[in-house]
C-alpha cells in the first residue's frame, strides 16, 4: 500500500539531538571508522569508472540503469549533491525528501539522519540508520530486491541512511495486498492474520494476499526480526515489483518479529525461499564480504543471533509462528 505522506519544506533549524561520535553507543564493537568504509565503497561501486562517465550515457539508458542496475543505484546515491526538498511530515523520526544529484541527472531519495531519531529504549546499541543499511545487505544477499537502494553517507544534516525513492506506477493496475473482510474465512487468494475491530465497532478479519512477492518478504523479516511490518511500509514499483521500506527496527538478539504477513505460520518453506537461507548462511560465515559488511553495522553479539535464525528457520523448513512474550502485530497495523 502507497503512503500518502507528502514532503512538506522544513524550517531552518536542523534535526534536534545530533550525537557527537563519541556519544554514540557500540562505536568500536560496529567496527564504525575506514573498514567499514571500504567495505561500503566496494558494494557500492563508483560513478569514477566506466559505470558513468560524462556525457557516455544517455537519458534513456541512465534510467534503466537506475531501474535495473543495484550497484549503480547504490554508487549514484553514494556519491551524488545531496539537496533537501521537504519533510515527510508523518514519520516519527527525522525522513527528509530529496534528490541526489551527479553530472547534471538527478533522482529523487529519502535522507534519514542520525541526528532525527528518536532514542528507543529497546536498541541502545547503535542507531537506526546502520540497521537500515544492514537490512538492504540481506535483502541485496538474497536476490530478490525487496528494499530499494540504501547506503550510508553523510548529508546536509550529518550522516545518515540515503534510499532510492520508489515512484509508485502510473497507470498500472495494483491488486490490493492487504484487506478487513467481514467473514470467518480468508477466501481463495488470501491468507489470514487475525480477527480486528473496525471502526463501526464491528470484528472483521484482517487478510494478506497469498502471494509470492510477501512470502518472499515473509521470509525476509524473519530473518532481520522485524519489528515493526506494517501495511503502509509496502510499495508497489514499476512492472510488477514490490518493495518493502522503513527497516530501523531489526536485527535485535530478542526475538521481537512483529508483522502483518503471518499468514504463512507454520507453513513449509517454499524452495525459493530455503535456496535463499542457504545462501545467505554461506556468506554470513567469518571474512567474507557480507560478513565483512556487517560487522561495521550490527554489534557482533545481534550478527550471532542473525546466524542463528537463519540456521533455524533451514532447520526446520517452515515459517515461524509467532511467540507468547512480544505483541505478534504492529500497531497501528498500516
Same mark, same amino acid.
Given at each position: 500500500?502507497e ?20 556519544e554514540r553507543?557500540?562505536a568500536?564493537e ?7 568504509d571500504?567495505v561500503?565503497?566496494?558494494q557500492a ?7 558513468f562517465?560524462e556525457?557516455?550515457l544517455n ?8 531501474l ?5 543505484q547504490?554508487a549514484?546515491l ?6 533537501v526538498?521537504?519533510r515527510?511530515?508523518?514519520a516519527?523520526?527525522a525522513v ?6 551527479h553530472?547534471?541527472r538527478?533522482? @529523487? ?10 532514542p528507543l529504549w529497546?536498541?541502545?546499541d547503535?542507531n537506526?540508520a ?12 538474497t ?6 537502494a540504501t ?7 550529518g550522516?545518515?541512511m540515503?534510499?532510492r525513492?520508489?515512484e509508485?506506477?502510473d497507470?498500472e493496475?495494483i491488486?490490493?495486498?492487504l484487506a478487513l473482510v467481514?467473514?470467518?474465512?480468508p477466501?481463495?487468494?488470501w491468507?489470514?492474520?487475525g480477527?480486528a475491530e473496525?471502526?463501526?465497532g464491528?470484528?472483521a478479519?484482517?487478510?494478506?494476499? @497469498?502471494?509470492?512477492r ?5 521470509v525476509?523479516?524473519?530473518v532481520?526480526?522485524n ?9 508497489p514499483?514499476?512492472g510488477?515489483?514490490?518493495?518493502a521500506?522503513?527497516?530501523g527496527v531489526?536485527?535485535h ?5 512483529r ?15 530455503v535456496t ?8 554470513l560465515?567469518a571474512g567474507?564480504?557480507?560478513a ?6 550490527l554489534?557482533?553479539?545481534?550478527t550471532?543471533?542473525l546466524?542463528a535464525r537463519?540456521?533455524?528457520?533451514l ?7 509467532p ?8 500497531w497501528p497495523p498500516?
Amino acid at each position: 500500500m502507497e503512503p500518502t505522506a507528502e514532503p512538506v519544506l522544513p524550517g531552518p533549524a536542523t534535526p534536534p539531538g545530533r550525537p557527537e561520535a563519541e556519544e554514540r553507543p557500540g562505536a568500536e564493537e560496529r567496527g564504525a571508522g575506514r573498514e567499514a568504509d571500504e567495505v561500503q565503497d566496494v558494494q557500492a561501486g563508483s560513478l569514477s569508472g566506466e559505470t558513468f562517465q560524462e556525457g557516455s550515457l544517455n537519458e534513456r539508458t541512465f534510467q534503466e540503469a537506475f531501474l535495473n542496475d543495484e550497484t549503480f543505484q547504490t554508487a549514484f546515491l553514494n556519491e551524488g549533491e545531496l539537496t533537501v526538498r521537504g519533510r515527510i511530515e508523518e514519520a516519527s523520526n527525522a525522513v527528509l525528501f530529496c534528490t541526489v544529484a551527479h553530472e547534471g541527472r538527478a533522482v @529523487d531519495c529519502v535522507y534519514k539522519p542520525v541526528a532525527g531519531e528518536r532514542p528507543l529504549w529497546d536498541f541502545p546499541d547503535g542507531n537506526l540508520a546502520q540497521r537500515e543499511a544492514a537490512a538492504y545487505a540481506i535483502s541485496r544477499t538474497t536476490g530478490w530486491g525487496l528494499i530499494p537502494a540504501t547506503v550510508l553517507r553523510e548529508g546536509p544534516y550529518g550522516p545518515g541512511m540515503v534510499q532510492r525513492w520508489i515512484e509508485v506506477p502510473d497507470g498500472e493496475e495494483i491488486p490490493p495486498l492487504l484487506a478487513l473482510v467481514e467473514a470467518d474465512e480468508p477466501g481463495p487468494g488470501w491468507k489470514a492474520v487475525g480477527f480486528a475491530e473496525t471502526g463501526q465497532g464491528r470484528p472483521a478479519l484482517l487478510v494478506h494476499a @497469498d502471494d509470492a512477492r510477501l512470502r518472499r518478504l515473509a521470509v525476509l523479516d524473519a530473518v532481520i526480526n522485524n519489528g515493526d511490518r506494517k501495511g503502509g511500509h509496502l510499495l508497489p514499483g514499476p512492472g510488477g515489483r514490490l518493495f518493502a521500506i522503513d527497516h530501523g527496527v531489526t536485527f535485535h538478539t530478542d526475538d521481537k518479529l512483529r508483522t502483518l504477513l503471518w499468514g504463512w505460520a507454520g507453513e513449509p518453506l517454499p524452495d525459493e525461499a530455503v535456496t535463499a537461507l542457504e545462501r545467505l548462511r554461506a556468506e554470513l560465515a567469518a571474512g567474507r564480504p557480507l560478513a565483512v559488511r556487517l560487522a561495521g553495522l550490527l554489534t557482533a553479539a545481534e550478527t550471532a543471533a542473525l546466524r542463528a535464525r537463519v540456521a533455524t528457520l533451514l532447520a526446520s523448513g517452515r515459517h515461524p509462528e509467532p511467540g507468547g512474550d512480544w505483541p505478534p502485530i504492529p500497531w497501528p497495523p498500516l
